[in-house]
């Protein structure tokens, strides 16, 4: 029995139930990314920095290494040196350097990582999240690296927000007028920093739970499927490409 789910692993499942299959039940090996670990550092530096003012790069050095030892990292001919440039590239770029201070001024009292749990009626296993940075007043948000900008309407529609907003309003806590905000770091060749903020209203709540209560009745029943339509069901993007494919 599945201890908990996460948003990650019901957008899992909504992508390929069978990828779900073998990930959280069968428990086969997976592997990670560059792209993944660099993300992660990024996360960590900035982080570091809000929690106790450390140097950034100095961070950087730190986190970078720390994430780039995961063993299950496949680096596919790419450099670990080459992505540690790249996050001293754009630390030291004065648009994300105004952007990181942004954050630390909306910071003042927040906290980090904060720990949340969703439960849904009908579901026995709570939804566990981690939301990165709380703001002032409340206010839940999340850091991104990407290597494009974002839209208005990817930051709008983007599920994670809801799982951490109804499980702060099933606390007691209220977020003012629903609101929640991306900070996004963009690996582009001038780097960009976008902080997009949007709102969810609490009727968006119930379908979130039917989406939830859905996906854990398939899990009881045992219905995986493959879902060979996607463009993640390719060797780049699937731990279980191979293995699943008869490949």
């Not at 439960?119 to 002032?136: A, E, H, Q």
């Not at 702060?168 to 007028?177: F, R, T, Y």
């Not at 009745?217 to 490409?241: L, M, Q």
Request: glycine share 8%; hydrophobic share 35%; charged share 20%.
């Amino acid at each position: 029995m599945m201890e908990h789910l996460s948003y990650s692993s019901i957008s899992m499942f909504l992508a390929c139930s069978e990828s779900f299959r073998r990930k959280y039940i069968a428990g086969e090996p997976t592997f990670s990314s560059p792209a993944l670990a660099f993300g992660s550092a990024i996360h960590g530096t900035v982080q570091a920095h809000l929690q106790t003012g450390a140097d950034l790069l100095g961070a950087w050095n730190e986190q970078w290494h720390e994430h780039a030892d995961d063993a299950t990292i496949d680096w596919n001919g790419e450099l670990p040196e080459q992505h540690f440039n790249e996050g001293v590239r754009m630390l030291s770029d004065k648009t994300i350097l105004a952007g990181i201070k942004s954050i630390c001024a909306q910071y003042e009292g927040g906290a980090i990582e904060r720990k949340v749990e969703l439960r849904v009626p009908g579901v026995p296993v709570p939804v566990i999240g981690y939301i990165d940075v709380m703001l002032k007043g409340g206010i839940p948000s999340d850091i991104k690296t990407s290597s494009k900008s974002w839209t208005e309407d990817r930051a709008q529609n983007e599920q994670q927000a809801l799982y951490y907003l109804a499980a702060l309003n099933q606390a007691g806590e209220s977020v003012p007028d629903g609101r929640f905000k991306h900070f996004i770091f963009v690996k582009t060749k001038k780097p960009q920093f976008q902080a997009l903020e949007h709102t969810h209203e609490p009727r968006e709540f119930f379908l979130l739970f039917q989406t939830i209560q859905s996906v854990w009745r398939a899990i009881e029943s045992g219905s995986f499927v493959k879902n060979v339509g996607t463009w993640k069901c390719d060797p780049r993007y699937c731990n279980f490409f191979t293995n699943c494919m008869g490949k």
